[in-house]
């Protein structure tokens, strides 16, 4: 795993975190809709872009999934 691809997962489960503690403590029906768009579009967007650094990392090296 580079090390882009490695700091992306650390994001990544840093922004499921929140959108966990979102959906626990808020009370406020439009702040947890809102909230948890922003949080699950936040997540795929960074998966996307975790796979396409996997993918081109994979790439240089010659290796594949």
Known sequence: M????????????????????LLREERDLNRLVTGAARLTTSIVQAERLRHQVTSDHQEEEGTYP
């Open 2 to 21: 580079s090390e882009h691809s490695a700091g992306l997962a650390d994001d990544i489960d840093a922004l499921r975190s929140v959108l966990s503690r």
